[in-house]
T-cell receptor, first 118, second 116 residues
Framework: DTAVSQTPKYLVTQMGNDKSIKCEQN?????MYWYKQDSKKFLKIMFS???????INETVPNRFSPKSPDKAHLNLHINSLELGDSAVYFC?????????????????FGPGTRLTVL | AQKVTQAQTEISVVEKEDVTLDCVYE???????LFWYKQPPSGELVFLIR??????QNEISGRYSWNFQKSTSSFNFTITASQVVDSAVYFC?????????????FGTGTRLTVIP
C-alpha cells in the first residue's frame, strides 16, 4: 500500500494554463505539506495544512493555492502557469504534534510530480 | 539566512573510498531535529536518519555514520567503503521546535558520484 501518493507523476502543460496536482495519504496523519524542488535540486517548503488550516505559507505566489477537501488529501492548484513553475513538487504528511522530544513524527514523502511548463 | 548549509555541491570518489558529507545548521531553538535524506537518480526522497538536539551520540548504521556536534552546529555524514549505488544527491535538513507544523528546511544538497 502506498503511504503518500501523488498524481500525476508527470505533468506537461502550456504557459498560462491552470493545473492541479493531487496528494493523498493513507497514514491517518494530521498535517500535510507541499515542497518544491527546482532545477538546481533546491527543496523548499511551500505550504503545510493541519486539520484543514493553513499554518505555514512561505513566500510563494498567490497563483499557488493548496486545497484540502479532507484530512487525507492536500491538492495543489496552480493558476496561470509560468515557465519558472517548472519543478518537481513533493507532497508529504506527518502527525501534527508530538508529546516529547523523542517522538518526533516523521514526514513521509510522496514520489514527486514533475511539472514542465512550456 | 540559510538555515542549513551544505558547502559541498558535488563530490566524486572512487568505489571503496570513504567520503564525508558536511552539514552546518543555524537555529535559535533549543529543541530541533536534524535529518539526512538521499535522493537517488530515480527521484524519490529516502529518509536516512533523524537526530534531536538533545542527543549528541554519534550513530552508525552499516556503512553509514553520522557525527553530530552542537559546538560547531554540524551534522556530518560519512559513508565508508562507498559503492556505486551510493551515487545520489544527499540532503541535510532541519526542523525547529515542537510545533504542529514541522516543516523541514533543506540544505542545497551534495551530489555524490561513486566511480566504479
Amino acid at each position: 500500500d502506498t503511504a503518500v501518493s501523488q498524481t500525476p507523476k508527470y505533468l506537461v502543460t502550456q504557459m498560462g494554463n491552470d493545473k492541479s496536482i493531487k496528494c493523498e495519504q493513507n497514514l491517518g496523519h494530521d498535517t500535510m505539506y507541499w515542497y518544491k524542488q527546482d532545477s538546481k535540486k533546491f527543496l523548499k517548503i511551500m505550504f503545510s495544512y493541519n486539520n484543514k488550516e493553513l499554518i505555514i505559507n512561505e513566500t510563494v505566489p498567490n497563483r499557488f493555492s493548496p486545497k484540502s477537501p479532507d484530512k487525507a488529501h492536500l491538492n495543489l492548484h496552480i493558476n496561470s502557469l509560468e515557465l519558472g513553475d517548472s519543478a518537481v513538487y513533493f507532497c508529504a504528511s506527518s502527525q501534527a504534534s508530538f508529546p516529547s522530544v523523542d517522538s518526533y513524527n516523521e514526514q513521509f514523502f510522496g514520489p514527486g510530480t514533475r511539472l514542465t511548463v512550456l | 539566512a540559510q538555515k542549513v548549509t551544505q558547502a559541498q555541491t558535488e563530490i566524486s570518489v572512487v568505489e571503496k573510498e570513504d567520503v564525508t558529507l558536511d552539514c552546518v545548521y543555524e537555529t535559535r531553538d533549543t529543541t530541533y531535529y536534524l535529518f539526512w535524506y538521499k535522493q537517488p537518480p530515480s527521484g524519490e526522497l529516502v529518509f536516512l536518519i533523524r537526530r534531536n538536539s538533545f542527543d549528541e551520540q554519534n550513530e552508525i548504521s552499516g556503512r553509514y555514520s553520522w557525527n553530530f556536534q552542537k559546538s560547531t552546529s554540524s551534522f556530518n555524514f560519512t559513508i565508508t567503503a562507498s559503492q556505486v549505488v551510493d551515487s545520489a544527491v544527499y540532503f541535510c535538513a532541519l526542523s525547529e521546535g515542537q510545533t504542529g507544523a514541522n516543516n523541514l528546511f533543506f540544505g542545497t544538497g551534495t551530489r555524490l558520484t561513486v566511480i566504479p
